[in-house]
């Protein structure tokens, strides 16, 4: 086997309030989660998560989006906990809604037209 392969990927959301987004993940998103000690929760992303670089003016600034089948269904079952979400937007690329976290920061969901790559080999990276 080769060593240093890369064997995921680890996203990080900034909050004002990380307690109450990390509750709606788990309880309203549904993401599976692990306590790696002292409360600090990580949690699991689908299988089919993928990657992509766009040309910008400056450097170090990221993004993070979570693609649903059905972003009408979505943003239905998002309205049934109480959680406020944009209209759905045609994007081209797909379509977007973004909606509010409990510390206030905004997070987009969306329903994705573009192709969708092959998960990464890990036994070939």
Known sequence: AMAGKITGAHSVIFSKDAEADRKFLRDVIGMPDIDVG?????????????CAVHPAD?????EFFLMTDDVEAFIKRMSDNK??????DDQGFGIMTHLTLPGGGKL??????HGRPPPMDVQAS
Not at 38 to 50: A, N, R
Not at 108 to 113: D, E, K, T, W
């Open 108 to 113: 987009g969901v969306y329903q994705p037209r």
């Open 58 to 62: 400056d450097n170090g600034r990221h």
């Open 83 to 88: 959680v406020a979400c944009s209209a759905a």
């Open 38 to 50: 002292g409360g600090w929760l990580i949690f699991g992303l689908p299988k089919e998560t993928e």
